[in-house]
């Protein structure tokens, strides 16, 4: 029997899925079939073949309307993707208390608001759903210069665990830890292409990510091939960060004292 990745008929709704790996994401879902909802604090050029609605995911008032509104207009919602997300650099020093109670709402209560909006009509409709949250390798390392956004993240995975426990067996939870990926703001992040290329080769996969590689997974998370995983954390890091030790130990002075 053919193993297909098949979302036809399914409705989801992706935070922030107008660019970078939230646009990767809604691509891939319209790849598989699904009718696609994007949101942003900004009113913007929906994606091709998708709906684009205004809600700040930090007000919890304006989630509620924005999940009734793509049920008044679709029926159901069978998949939550949790993409709005991030965190300019700011040393936890220096940083005031109001930053990072921002960087917090915006990477956990967001989310969970968003979650908690979509399982009230996923719990009631026949199939369940499915709710993805797009965390980062941040939740399992040193974070420095975005510690309040790694703790975030963290938590993030910890309440994805919880609530699969919670909200079982309507609905699955899993969350996807992402590594460094290409998207329209790499360059100018990362110093140019010199920075870029520089970077890409601490990568064990020997290059960032594409936001839609990022995209395939959440949409795996999001169909019937993925029934039965639910509180997962899935890494998509191209392998990780190799120890710093073992540049040490390869580094041209170490060669010469050996």
Same mark, same amino acid.
Not at 1 to 29: F, H
Not at 119 to 131: E, K, L
Not at 149 to 156: E, F, M, R, S, T
């Given at each position: 029997?053919?193993?297909?990745?098949?979302?036809?008929?399914?409705?989801?709704?992706?935070?922030?899925?107008?660019?970078?790996?939230?646009?990767?994401?809604? *691509?891939?879902?319209?790849?598989? =079939?699904?009718? #696609?909802?994007?949101? !942003?604090? /900004?009113?913007?050029? +929906?994606?091709? @073949? &998708?709906?684009?609605?205004?809600?700040?995911?930090?007000?919890?008032?304006?989630?509620?309307?924005?999940?009734?509104?793509?049920?008044?207009?679709?029926?159901?919602?069978?998949?939550?993707?949790?993409?709005?997300?991030?965190?300019?650099?700011?040393?936890?020093?220096?940083?005031?208390?109001?930053?990072?109670?921002?960087?917090?709402?915006?990477?956990?209560?967001?989310?969970?608001?968003?979650?908690?909006?979509?399982?009230?009509?996923? *719990?009631?409709?026949?199939?369940? =759903?499915?709710? #993805?949250?797009?965390? !980062?390798? /941040?939740?399992?390392? +040193?974070?420095? @210069? &975005?510690?309040?956004?790694?703790?975030?993240?963290?938590?993030?995975?910890?309440?994805?665990?919880?609530?699969?426990?919670?909200?079982?067996?309507?609905?699955?939870?899993?969350?996807?830890?992402?590594?460094?990926?290409?998207?329209?703001?790499?360059?100018?992040?990362?110093?140019?292409?010199?920075?870029?290329?520089?970077?890409?080769?601490?990568?064990?996969?020997?290059?960032?990510?594409?936001?839609?590689?990022?995209?395939?997974?959440?949409?795996?998370?999001?169909?019937?091939?993925?029934?039965?995983?639910?509180?997962?954390?899935?890494?998509?890091?191209?392998?990780?960060?190799?120890?710093?030790?073992?540049?040490?130990?390869?580094?041209?002075?170490?060669?010469?004292?050996?």
């Amino acid at each position: 029997m053919p193993i297909a990745l098949d979302l036809t008929g399914r409705v989801a709704l992706v935070t922030g899925g107008t660019k970078g790996i939230g646009l990767g994401i809604t *691509q891939a879902l319209l790849a598989a =079939g699904a009718t #696609v909802v994007t949101c !942003s604090r /900004s009113d913007v050029e +929906p994606v091709a @073949g &998708t709906t684009h609605l205004v809600c700040d995911v930090r007000d919890a008032d304006a989630v509620d309307r924005l999940v009734a509104e793509v049920v008044a207009a679709h029926a159901r919602l069978d998949v939550l993707v949790n993409n709005a997300g991030g965190a300019p650099y700011a040393l936890a020093a220096e940083a005031s208390p109001r930053f990072h109670d921002k960087v917090v709402g915006l990477n956990l209560m967001a989310p969970l608001v968003a979650a908690q909006a979509a399982n009230r009509v996923m *719990q009631t409709q026949a199939g369940g =759903g499915s709710i #993805v949250n797009v965390s !980062s390798v /941040s939740a399992t390392r +040193p974070s420095p @210069g &975005t510690a309040a956004y790694g703790a975030a993240k963290a938590g993030l995975d910890s309440l994805t665990r919880s609530l699969a426990v919670e909200w079982a067996p309507r609905v699955r939870m899993n969350s996807i830890d992402v590594g460094l990926c290409r998207t329209e703001n790499t360059d100018d992040h990362y110093g140019g292409d010199a920075g870029v290329a520089a970077i890409e080769r601490t990568i064990p996969l020997g290059r960032m990510a594409r936001p839609e590689e990022v995209g395939h997974v959440a949409a795996f998370l999001a169909s019937d091939l993925a029934s039965y995983v639910s509180g997962a954390r899935i890494e998509c890091h191209g392998g990780g960060e190799p120890p710093v030790f073992l540049s040490a130990l390869t580094s041209p002075s170490t060669q010469e004292q050996n």
